[in-house]
């Protein structure tokens, strides 16, 4: 069994009226079937309300499942007494930098998880230098988070999670607040806790650039996982994620439509360094 | 105008002020605030007045930073003033058609204003110097008795650090809206005091909701970093009295008992 794993996962939104009379039911997330391996870098692809994030939530417990199952390093989710362990195992990383930062500087913050886990003092400060170290942040440590540029505020806001020793990240849309630096900065920090540190990593996201470098895509449409493999295998099946109203790269829209009107190219062209290649330049030299 | 107060805002320095203990910074801001009250003539107050500028220049905080946060009282400032120097019956000194300004009210006048000043400058000096958390920490390990009456000290604590933590985010947010506002033709200038009131709805209506979206967000983090009250909660910074803070707070008995000496018995 995997660090993540979900079998028939179904959430459904229940609208009430004023009168607390069901009014209708919204399927979020509808017979999910993921499994997440230790020290794997997943991406979860979708467009807006695709139930991306509501799957995201549930690796956390901060959602249960109304169907089906959720297990976060073989723990299920849904029970009460998994509920620290599972919120300690995996990690989460929200949208806003401004709404998760707790602390007023930000190595107070960086310890708020390890205090909430009872960890003993010399260990906290231990963990907060490990964590800033980490991503990078540590020359920041007695700054003001407010004082900071989305891109730092977010790597502090993984800091937080690091600090409390998950053995797996969920990042939900990290950098859709931030600019094109910042989400570098994000996804770079994301990448060598993988590398580095072995954390598993979910990453929600719905720029086609991010995923790049993931080990497995989960792409999501209407609550169902609609197209899953390798970036490499969804990133030649063009033609179906044009219709799921997701963004292919530039580079490998290029190579697709040169492919369409006959040039020999191979599938799923991922940077501009193999497309040229694939064209024969370089080669003169 | 939103960025004018200080009070609740960090200054980030390195100064024995700062390395004080939160619990001492706090009694003293109680006892310099209850000393300012005490005293009632000249010598109490220049003693007041040396011993907040010893404390500021301690404190290494630029001058102008206290100074800004006066802003927002100098209309209390102003009516406090005007209220003793003409109410206060005694000794005429001088009339202004039926004003009249007495010996008294021109003494107490100026206590008063002095009074004030040198208690938001007191109480600046805390918040300047002490980081919110901090703060809430000293305020926490204080009220810690209280827990046996069932009070919920380290929640309040909570809450306290988490609204001065949000404090320059929702004003930043209140600039954009009213700038948001003010291109779309809203007008928060002209007009008299219910139409400026009325002005205003615009303006609140998007910032409490935007403020019920933050707590909701800022709420699952909390939890998703399994945030589960003050039980078994270690802390970071653990509050322990050093040598310095038992010096600080001999300092204050000292200036406490200077206060009742030469501020109130001998006049």
């Known amino acids: ?57 549930h690796i956390n417990a901060i959602l249960y499942p109304t169907e089906g199952t959720v297990w976060v390093d073989g723990k299920d989710t849904a029970k009460e007494e998994n509920l620290w362990d599972v919120r300690q195992k995996a990690g989460m990383v929200f949208q806003n930098p401004d709404n998760q930062i707790i602390g007023q500087v930000v190595e107070e913050d960086v310890g708020f998880g390890p205090e909430n886990l009872g960890v003993p003092t010399e260990e906290i400060w231990q963990r907060v230098e ?21 891109g730092q505020k977010q790597r502090v806001s993984i800091a937080g999670v690091i600090a409390m020793h998950p053995k797996c990240i969920v990042l939900d849309e990290p950098t859709a607040m931030l600019d094109p630096n910042g989400r570098r900065e994000v996804i770079r920090a994301a990448r060598a806790l993988n590398d580095v540190e072995g954390i598993t990593i979910i990453l929600i996201t719905h720029y086609m650039e991010e995923i790049i470098h ?31 109203r997701l963004d292919v790269p530039q580079v490998t829209l290029l190579a697709h439509e040169l492919k369409k009107s006959g040039l020999k190219l191979p599938d799923g062209i991922l940077t501009f360094e193999e497309l040229s290649a694939a064209l024969g330049y370089g080669k003169k030299k | 105008m939103l960025r004018d107060i200080t009070l609740g805002q960090y200054y980030q320095t390195d100064s024995v002020i700062h390395r004080l203990d939160p ?34 220049k301690l404190s290494k905080v630029p001058l102008k930073f206290m100074v800004r946060g006066m802003k927002s009282i100098i209309f209390l400032l102003i009516i406090a003033v005007i209220f003793n120097l003409f109410l206060t019956p005694g000794e005429v000194i ?30 600046s000096v805390m918040t300047l110097t002490t980081t919110p958390n901090n703060l809430t920490d000293g305020m926490e390990k204080l009220l810690g008795p209280l827990k046996i009456f069932k009070v919920p000290v380290h929640e309040i604590a909570m809450m306290m650090s988490i609204a001065l933590r949000f404090i320059p985010i929702l004003l930043e947010e209140t600039d954009k809206i009213m700038k948001a506002q003010i291109a779309r033709g809203a007008d928060f200038e002209n007009g008299n005091l219910i139409k400026k009131a ?59 008992v200077c206060c009742v000496v030469f501020g109130k018995i001998l006049l």
């Open chain 2, 23 to 56: 619990r001492v910074k706090l009694m003293t801001t109680i006892c310099y605030i209850i000393s300012l009250f005490i005293v009632d003539n000249f010598i109490g107050y220049i003693l007041a007045g040396a011993f907040l500028a010893l404390v500021i």
């Open chain 2, 198 to 256: 009325k002005s205003l709805v615009p303006l609140l209506v998007p910032l409490f909701i935007s403020a019920f979206r933050r707590a909701n967000d800022l709420a699952m983090a909390m939890e998703a970093r399994c945030y589960r009250g003050g039980e078994h909660r270690t802390k970071m910074k653990p509050l322990v009295y050093k040598k310095r803070d038992w010096l600080a707070y001999s300092t204050v008995v000292c200036y406490l």
């Open chain 1, 214 to 244: 993931a080990n497995k895509v989960f792409v999501m449409d209407k609550g169902k996982v609609a197209m899953e493999g390798t970036p490499r295998e969804i990133f030649s099946r063009v033609e179906e994620l044009k219709e799921l």
């Open chain 1, 130 to 150: 490990e964590s800033l170290r980490a991503v990078g942040m540590y020359e920041f440590r007695r700054h003001s988070p407010n004082k900071l540029s989305g």
């Open chain 2, 94 to 123: 001088f009339t202004l058609w039926k004003l009249r300004i007495t010996r008294e009210g021109l003494r107490q006048a100026i206590f008063m204003a002095i009074r004030l000043v040198f208690l938001i400058m007191g109480s």
């Open chain 1, 1 to 57: 069994m995997g660090i993540v794993e979900t079998k028939n996962l179904v959430f459904e939104y229940i609208r009430r009226d004023e009168e607390g009379n069901v009014e209708g039911i919204t399927r979020a997330v509808d017979q999910v079937d993921i499994d997440v391996k230790q020290g794997e870098f997943v991406a979860v692809l979708g467009h807006n309300g695709s139930g991306k994030s509501t799957l995201a939530k």
